[in-house]
């Protein structure tokens, strides 16, 4: 593993349990420069040919996420988490490279062991911010890496195993920011990039991306049979895992 430390991380005040997956529209050498000017940082980024570039030791706590929400909780997600970079110049509009997710899935695997980081806690970097952050992207391979275990997958069929109905507790019980109606709506477009990815518009223009990363004020968003439906295939995934165990972390 090659290694350019960043200056820019602190000492940890929280225990590691959460894992933060985004995306980088610069080429490796140009994101880190771009990182140490912003005085951001993350753990590790990934480049095209899946070569993993350690940024900052993971017992410091790297500036990658900032504010954020998830499942209850808005204290700082820096502080909490390990956070992992990928290069994709669309913003994940366009595929991950094959060998950036084979170089991805071994390095989740060894940190979700390492801080016993449960499923429910690997997250985009627009579930925790969905008013402020697009990445890692429609284009991320959400369902592959549930299939090892990284992050959470949903059977359609769970669907009507679900008796609720509201939208906004819905998308709450999974984990995501529903204080005023506003966030709801960046919130349900957040769960469409990951969960119904087909059903969200891409746009070539990734500047543009940067800064319309929901239809703001779009209502629509908080209907639809097929998002209704996945919204509570996806609860019903959620809590299973909560009611059932939490003996699911990998290599327990
Ligand atoms: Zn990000």
């Known amino acids: 593993m090659k290694e350019c430390l960043l200056p820019d991380c602190c000492e940890r005040n929280a225990e590691i349990d959460m894992l933060v997956l985004h995306c980088s529209a610069y080429p490796a050498a140009k994101a880190i420069s771009t990182y140490r000017e912003a005085k951001v940082s993350a753990h590790y ?131 995501y920011n529903t204080a005023d109606e506003e966030t709801t709506i960046a919130s349900a477009y957040a769960f469409r990039r990951r969960f119904l990815p087909e059903e969200v518009q891409t746009d070539e223009d990734v500047m543009h991306l940067v800064d319309n990363v929901y239809p703001v004020g779009d209502k629509s968003l908080l209907s639809g049979d097929k998002f209704i439906n996945c919204l509570k295939a996806v609860v019903y995934r959620y809590e299973t895992l909560e009611n059932s165990s939490k003996g699911l972390y990998i290599g327990r």
């Open 45 to 175: 980024l990934i480049d095209e040919t899946g070569e993993i570039i350690k940024l900052v030791d993971e017992t410091m706590a790297a500036y990658h996420a900032g504010p954020g929400f998830w499942r209850g909780r808005s204290d700082s997600c820096n502080m909490r988490s390990v956070g992992v970079e990928l290069v994709n110049l669309s913003l994940g509009q366009t595929p991950y490279s094959e060998a950036q997710i084979a170089a991805l899935i071994p390095l989740c695997k060894t940190l979700m062991q390492k801080y016993r980081i449960a499923p429910e806690n690997v997250v985009g970097h627009s579930d925790l911010r969905p008013t402020g952050k697009a990445d890692p992207g429609v284009c991320f391979p959400w369902q592959r890496l549930a299939q090892e275990g990284i992050g959470l997958w949903y059977n359609q069929e769970d669907a009507e195993k679900v008796k609720e109905n509201n939208v906004s507790v819905l998308l709450a019980k999974i984990g």
